[in-house]
């Protein structure tokens, strides 16, 4: 029997099967410096430990993406090592704060499979959770990946397209705030003078800047994150694949927009929930990502009267400015959205 891992293919998963996948992974600076290094994230809570502790931190916690992707990265040698795709995202909650020096793992069950009817391909569910040492939940969330089949001639026993909610309802979201003391916050630290109130449902806010990615960028991200998905990394066999090259990992377009946003949401200091998530098109190495955003909602935080989330439509695009707000072009490699991500991010009253 051979040793090493073919990974699994859609016939190998099972609805209500559960996955302890490896390897727990121990988060330091050096993390943090590198996701900094990678994307230029400014926010001032992950960025200074002095003004993290002046409203309520242990500590500066480390961004939350950068936790999305330990802990989703944790999940591709077992859910997605043969992945076409990564689809979407939904349900995902922030419930811990994470710090240097904790050690996160992950748990995944399989809540829905669906064979595409090409019968080469399949979409898998699942819910992943990542704990920190302690066992305490840091984060929660739901994806759908398109996986191939080993075994194209394979029967699916059991199919199953789970019902999931559209939105995080608002009495969900906080969970990983500590007690606050925004009475303490300093905007010209921040970067920001805008403040929750200052922002209104339906208004549109276009970030201007834009940020070129090189290979060398989302090669070392997803060696950071311990993402293996081989449409990834292995150009020789990329080379024969669809594009011609290597994709660039989803997730890290959500971070080049998510730090992008800083010009103009410069306060929303956490993200507490994504209520969903869909890459519309692939990106390359080469392109210009850029980003705007809309805000959808408002709402209170649960036990935080310092604090309100706006809930924010962000698109990402490449070579594609936002001044005209662009909603939808999926042509692959061509200037068009390429992100459409829907979430709550929390900001000072």
Not at 202 to 215: K, L
């Amino acid at each position: 029997m051979s040793k090493t891992n073919p990974g699994n293919y859609f016939e190998d998963f099972r609805l209500g099967q559960t996955i302890v996948h490896a390897t727990p992974r121990t988060v330091t600076t050096g993390d943090v410096a590198l996701y900094t290094a990678l994307y230029g994230p400014r926010f001032a809570v992950q960025s200074s430990d002095e003004f993290a502790r002046s409203i309520g931190y242990a500590r500066s916690p480390i961004d939350d993406l950068l936790t999305f992707h330990m802990v989703f990265g944790k999940t591709v040698p077992d859910v997605s090592l043969n992945a076409v795709a990564n689809l979407g995202y939904a349900e995902c909650r922030f419930l811990a704060p994470v710090y240097p020096g904790d050690t996160l793992s992950t748990v995944s069950e399989v809540i829905g499979l669906k064979e595409n009817s090409n019968g080469k391909t399949g979409t898998v569910y699942v819910r992943s959770v990542g704990c920190n040492q302690h066992g305490a939940e840091v984060l929660s969330y739901v994806r759908w990946v398109m996986v191939r089949k080993g075994n194209e001639a394979a029967q699916i026993a059991e199919q199953k397209v789970p019902e999931l909610a559209s939105v995080v309802v608002p009495e969900k979201l906080g969970a990983a705030l500590p007690r606050l003391a925004l009475e303490n916050w300093d905007n010209a630290l921040a970067g920001s003078g805008h403040r929750f109130g200052d922002y209104a449902v339906g208004e549109r806010i276009d970030h201007v800047d834009g940020m070129t990615v090189e290979e060398s960028d989302h090669m070392l991200a997803t060696r950071l994150y311990q993402n293996t998905a081989k449409v990834h990394f292995n150009q020789f066999t990329e080379a024969q694949g669809r594009f011609g090259r290597r994709l660039i990992y989803g997730g890290h377009v959500i971070s080049l927009a998510r730090a992008l946003t800083f010009n103009g949401l410069g306060n929303a200091f956490h993200i507490a929930a994504i209520n969903g998530g869909r890459h519309v098109a692939p990106l390359f190495a080469g392109g210009t990502v850029h980003a705007w955003s809309e805000v959808l909602d408002k709402a209170d935080v649960p036990g935080q009267a310092g604090a309100g989330a706006l809930r924010l439509r962000s698109r990402a695009t490449v070579d594609l400015p936002c001044a005209e707000f662009p909603t939808e072009d999926g042509k692959p490699r061509e200037p068009g959205v390429i992100l459409d991500l829907d979430y709550w991010a929390v900001l000072p009253k």
